[in-house]
């Protein structure tokens, strides 16, 4: 577990993590966080920031294949152009077959071609990030399978989840704070979606910048943002 403070434009702010049960397809999320909440003995306040992993919210959705089930089946395209991605260190990304796949079903063919192209030729100049600047946010945050991550989600692939302002604005409506559905990892972050509007997501993301949940086996897929006071 990383710190649970942070300094981000001059104030210091608490990162509180909400650990849960296992969420898989068809879980009650809500519910689910209440009762992490509860167990932990937290009460969101109004000025709070509840943030939840877009993994999680994606899972409740079943936005997951499980590698082992056959369910999912990579076309040629999807076999070839997963041999030009570059792999991180924070995850697989695109490139394996079955991840690829989905993307080109998540943000269609055409729009991945012209990613893989527009993002060889940026290459050729030094240039990275092209193609998921074209691919979009669906693109980046399909997550593949992971050794560290929480069964049985170290054999699936995981896609964006639908829907995460709406699914940030009933969290909002339900804790009674302002609330964030997010994408981080340990070599960054996104948001995905939020509640209010007016919410600062890259106030969020600084925030979240070390990846304070981890991205393993924690089983704390949810958290809380509180403002602990001015930097010193």
């Keep these: 577990m990383k710190p649970g403070t942070i300094t981000a434009r001059g104030i210091t702010w608490e990162r509180i993590p909400v650990r849960t049960r296992l969420l898989l397809k068809g879980d009650d999320l809500y519910q689910a966080i209440s009762d992490g909440l509860g167990e932990a003995g937290l009460n969101p306040e109004p000025d709070d920031i509840l943030f939840v992993s877009e993994k999680a919210v994606g899972a409740t959705q079943g936005r997951y294949f499980l590698l082992d089930d056959g369910s999912l089946r990579p076309r040629y395209l999807a076999r070839l152009l997963s041999h030009f991605v570059t792999r991180t ?105 939020s509640w209010p509007p007016e919410l600062d997501r890259e106030l969020i993301v600084d925030i979240l910048a070390d990846n304070p949940l981890g991205q393993g086996t924690e089983s704390t897929p949810a958290g809380i943002i509180r403002k602990a006071g001015p930097s010193l």
């Design 89 to 193: 260190p924070a995850g697989i990304g695109l490139g394996m077959p079955e991840t690829m796949e989905c993307a080109l079903r998540e943000c269609g063919t055409f729009r991945i071609l012209l990613a893989s192209i527009i993002g060889a030729m940026g290459k050729l100049v030094g240039r990275r990030g092209d193609f998921y600047r074209i691919a979009g946010p669906l693109a980046r945050s399909i997550d593949g399978p992971t050794s560290g991550t929480i069964p049985p989600f170290n054999r699936a692939v995981s896609l964006a989840p639908l829907d995460p302002d709406g699914v940030s604005m009933r969290l909002t409506e339900r804790f009674g704070c302002s609330a964030a559905v997010v994408d981080v990892n340990d070599l960054g972050g996104n948001v995905l979606g």
